[in-house]
């Protein structure tokens, strides 16, 4: 089992930034592939980016494609997004996944992620 715990999140303008923080406890962290997803209101959930095992991969959905950053400290079982140049649209709450089997390459859907963060808030003003 692997517990994770978001944090970072708040009210930000358009052009801002957010440094978004995932904590993880339980299992060994360093084996596991972390991924960021979001949900806005009426909306699915929907992939943002993700990193491997290593943090020698990522991966980032076309929207966030360089605006965002994606990265891990394994010495402290922490994965972060660092979102810059917010617009309104991202506005949604940002929840952290872990999983130890998913191919990154094509893993970009919720269900393929055994274990989820409670998630947090990210508001962006126009």
């Known amino acids: 089992q692997v517990q994770l715990a978001e944090s970072g999140g708040g009210l930000v303008q358009a052009g801002g930034s957010l440094r978004l923080s995932c904590a993880a406890s339980g299992r060994t962290f360093n084996g596991y592939e972390m991924a960021w997803f979001r949900q806005a209101p009426g909306k699915e959930r929907g992939f943002v980016a993700a990193?491997?095992?290593?943090?020698?991969?990522?991966y980032y959905a076309d929207s966030v494609k360089g605006r965002f950053t994606i990265s891990r400290d394994n010495a402290k079982n922490t994965v972060y997004l660092q979102m810059n140049s917010l617009k309104p649209e991202d506005t949604a709450v940002y929840y952290c996944?872990?999983?130890?089997?998913?191919?990154?390459?094509?893993?970009?859907?919720?269900?393929?992620?055994?274990?989820w963060g409670q998630g947090t808030q990210v508001t962006v003003s126009s």
């Open positions: 990193i491997n095992w290593s943090g020698g991969s990522t």
């Open positions: 996944a872990a999983d130890f089997y998913v191919d990154l390459s094509t893993g970009s859907e919720p269900w393929e992620y055994d274990y």
